[in-house]
């Protein structure tokens, strides 16, 4: 029916979803290039971990559009204005941004720059936005020290590595 598709492709999950499936996919071929490296069989390697997440964003990207499609089925009624919504379009900027910005800042400021990008992005009310920078700091820091002390993994830290850090 032109109506259920035309609601479909006014819903901001629906364009989440085709761009998180986008993101992932290319994710995925970016994470099967990184070598194994494992060297004791226990090891899960430096590939497993991003090869996990981007499956896992995959699988919940299309089950969002999955979801979206059978919603729009069920209800009759007029949905949202027509066109992407700029806060899916945003996020989904900032996804890119983050994985091109990994390399060339790392993963602590990175990160943190993108928690508060997308909390400045969807949340609908104002915050201490010093405060929230020390917290996604203090959280990308223990993440870092996390993976890289009890699971193996380190992070590109260009910024720290031409410090001596």
């Known amino acids: 029916d032109e109506g259920v ?4 492709l006014r819903q901001n999950d629906f364009w989440l979803g085709v761009g998180l499936s986008v993101f992932s996919i290319w994710y ?15 090891d899960v390697g430096p590939r497993a971990l991003p090869l996990i997440y981007g499956s896992l964003l995959l699988i ?4 969002l559009i ?3 499609i059978l919603e729009a089925r069920k209800t009759a009624e007029e949905g949202e204005s027509a066109g992407l919504p700029l806060k899916s379009v945003v996020t989904a900027g900032l996804a890119v941004a983050y994985a091109w910005l990994i390399p060339r800042l790392g993963f602590v400021l990175s990160s943190t720059a993108l928690l508060l990008c997308t909390t400045r992005v969807i949340a609908n009310k104002k915050y201490n936005y ?5 917290t996604y700091l203090v959280l990308s820091l223990a993440l870092s020290f ?9 992070f590109p830290e260009p910024l720290l590595d031409a410090l001596g850090v």
């Open 66 to 68: 999955i979801r979206t």
């Open 5 to 8: 598709v035309m609601k479909v």
């Open 60 to 63: 919940l990207s299309i089950a």
């Open 130 to 134: 010093w405060l929230l920078t020390l």
């Open 146 to 154: 996390i993976f890289s002390r009890w699971f193996y993994v380190q």
């Open 28 to 42: 995925l071929v970016v994470a099967g290039q990184i070598r194994r490296g494992a060297t004791h069989p226990v």
